[in-house]
């Protein structure tokens, strides 16, 4: 997996931009690059203005200081902190499902650990965010929650696959409909009835086309649609988010 874990900075985990109306549409199934910056929001070597809010103790007997990006809104602080009651400057899955249903709806763990598997630290071995990828999480859930409520037409809190369907072309992802199937697929409750998306599993659908689109478009140069992978590449490229969560 090394391919991938050596590309992994180029994925941006925050809501792309939606599409100007005005434009007309385009060959291809997604978009070239937007013009604005998106950039892997956790990595170490970006530097961004901190506060510290806290400082946790740790189980080696030492304190590490718990930075939020400058200017965190101080609910976003309270909610790390309340689940974070070992105050060892991390949440697990269980507590960020905590924290995000609080604020939210309920959260599947499904889809929290998708969640953290995109924006956890990469140099982070276990499983878990600290205070600063808490805050981009957050910033990020509201980017789609706003996506999700202009497409949730009839205000059900669902979105169904015609919804979906607009939802992401709006963000330039042409998904065909046999792919549409296959995403929502996953979500049917047995009954035989056509499934409908909660918000979180909205979520987590639109980050695994936006992520895997991502990483096609770092072999698609020329944003033809069409690229040529090896098959390490193409494992490489597929495996990580099946395996994540």
Request: hydrophobic share 30%; glycine share 4%.
């Amino acid at each position: 997996m090394s391919s991938y874990s050596n590309n992994k900075a180029t994925y941006s985990p925050s809501a792309p931009p939606l599409s100007n109306p005005n434009e007309p549409p385009i060959a291809h199934p997604y978009h070239p690059p937007s013009t604005t910056n998106y950039t892997y929001p956790n990595y170490p070597h970006q530097s961004q203005p901190q506060t510290t809010s806290y400082v946790p103790s740790s189980s080696y007997g030492y304190y590490q200081p718990a930075s939020f990006p400058s200017g965190t809104d101080p609910q976003v602080i309270q909610s790390f902190q309340m689940v974070d009651r070992d105050h060892s400057g991390f949440v697990e899955d269980k507590e960020l499902q905590q924290a995000l249903s609080s604020s939210y709806q309920r959260f599947s763990l499904r889809t929290i650990r998708l969640l953290i598997f995109i924006f956890k630290n990469p140099s982070e071995y276990f499983s878990r965010i600290g205070p600063k990828e808490f805050a981009a999480l957050w910033s990020c859930l509201g980017q789609w929650k706003a996506i999700f409520e202009r497409f949730d037409r009839d205000r059900s809190g669902k979105i169904d696959v015609t919804e979906l369907r607009d939802a992401l072309y709006s963000l330039g992802y042409m998904v065909p409909p046999s792919v549409l199937e296959v995403l929502i697929s996953r979500y049917t409750d047995g009954s035989g009835r056509r499934p409908e998306l909660c918000f979180d599993s909205f979520v987590e659908c639109g980050m695994v086309v936006k992520g895997l689109t991502e990483k096609f478009k770092e072999k698609d140069t020329r944003y033809t649609g069409s690229a040529k992978l090896t098959y390490d590449e193409f494992m490489s490229m597929i495996l990580p988010f099946i395996v994540s969560y």
